[in-house]
């Protein structure tokens, strides 16, 4: 991408910055970028304003932090977000999220599941094929309403992964719609 071609897409992302300050950017006689001009370009050029910063960015790369401290670029990386140093909440925070995740999709197969016995979709295993009618219908309900016990068990534990992740400022996804429900039950729950 020319300097032309950046300039005018800073332009058309509504913050104008100038061919010419943008090849004084590249050749070093501007020393110093302001925030905005780094976060148009990073927008403009399709990559995350951390990649701009410790150029060339390769994570195992070991670059100047701040001045005299060596590391490596993910670690310099994590700390510029996260400014922990060396303490990085980023790794756990991903779990929690990727745990929300599971959670909730997990929640959401055991309600299908439920659905699927209560409706017949979803046959009973084979050894219950000598059962009587009746008692098929009754082994049916009690699976049925186990699956249902145990998504609500896990949709609560998810509703409470999800109010931590808010509290800590953590945007997130809206909660899915089979989980709305049994999250609005948890909400009034904790409202008593």
């Keep these: 991408m020319s300097a032309q071609d950046l300039s005018n897409g800073c332009e058309e992302a509504g913050y104008l910055?100038?061919?010419s300050t943008i090849a004084n950017i590249e050749?070093?006689?501007?020393?110093?970028?302001?925030?905005?001009?780094?976060?148009?370009?990073a927008y403009v050029l399709g990559v995350p304003p951390l990649m701009?910063?410790?150029?060339?960015?390769d994570a195992a790369e070991v670059v100047?932090?701040?001045?005299?401290?060596?590391?490596?670029?993910?670690?310099?990386?994590?700390?510029?977000?996260?400014?922990?140093h060396g303490e990085s909440p980023l790794g756990?925070?991903?779990?929690?999220?990727?745990?929300?995740?599971?959670?909730?999709?997990?929640?959401?197969n055991m309600l299908s599941l439920?659905?699927?016995?209560?409706?017949?979709?979803?046959?009973?295993?084979?050894?219950?094929?000598?059962?009587?009618?009746e008692s098929r219908a009754e082994?049916?309900?009690?699976?049925?309403?186990?699956?249902d016990k145990s998504a609500e068990t896990l949709a609560r534990k998810a509703a409470a992964r999800r109010a931590e992740l808010i509290k800590d400022?953590?945007?997130l996804w809206e909660v899915p719609e089979e989980l709305r429900a049994i999250f609005a039950k948890v909400q009034a729950d904790g409202d008593d």
Excluded: C
Aim: proline residues 4%.
């Design 17 to 19: 910055i100038p061919r």
């Design 27 to 41: 050749s070093g006689r501007k020393e110093t970028v302001s925030l905005q001009e780094l976060t148009v370009i």
């Design 52 to 57: 701009l910063i410790f150029y060339p960015y």
């Design 64 to 84: 100047q932090a701040v001045p005299g401290r060596d590391q490596l670029a993910v670690d310099a990386a994590e700390n510029f977000a996260f400014s922990r």
């Design 92 to 108: 756990e925070l991903g779990e929690k999220v990727m745990m929300l995740r599971g959670m909730e999709e997990s929640a959401i």
């Design 114 to 133: 439920s659905e699927g016995v209560r409706s017949g979709r979803s046959g009973l295993p084979g050894q219950l094929a000598g059962l009587d009618d």
């Design 139 to 147: 082994v049916a309900q009690q699976t049925a309403d186990a699956w």
């Design 169 to 171: 400022r953590v945007d």
